[in-house]
């Protein structure tokens, strides 16, 4: 198991930016898939960024060319990087490790753009 720790969260303008961070318990960034998901009140969780152990990664269309998850492996830390922000990316924002077949989470970072 693992504990994730998110932080970097806040209020911005759009067209803003942000980096969240999401600091692991343990060394694992090399052997398991990263992922940042979002959750807005009755909304299903969204997949936004993941990064495989190998280092590739996937974004969902609506943050392509936006946001770049990336990862310090030294640090057990998984970055996402949110430029140019827009209302519509206000949400809870989780990181998210695949221990399959189950997943571990953050404790959530409230992400809000203005308009």
């Known amino acids: 198991q693992v504990q994730l720790a998110e932080s970097g969260g806040g209020l911005v303008q759009a067209g803003g930016s942000l980096r969240l961070s999401c600091a692991a318990s343990r060394s694992i960034l090399s052997t398991n898939v990263m992922g940042w998901y979002r959750q807005t009140p009755g909304k299903q969780r969204e997949l936004v960024a993941s990064i495989t152990s190998g280092g590739s990664t996937h974004y969902a269309e609506s943050v392509k060319g936006r946001f770049t998850i990336s990862r310090d492996i030294a640090r057990n830390t998984v970055y996402l990087q949110m430029n140019s922000l827009e209302p519509e990316d206000t949400a809870v924002y989780y990181c998210?490790?695949?221990?399959?077949?189950?997943?571990?989470w953050g404790q959530g970072t409230q992400v809000t753009v203005s308009s």
């Open positions: 998210n490790a695949d221990f399959w077949p189950r997943n571990y």
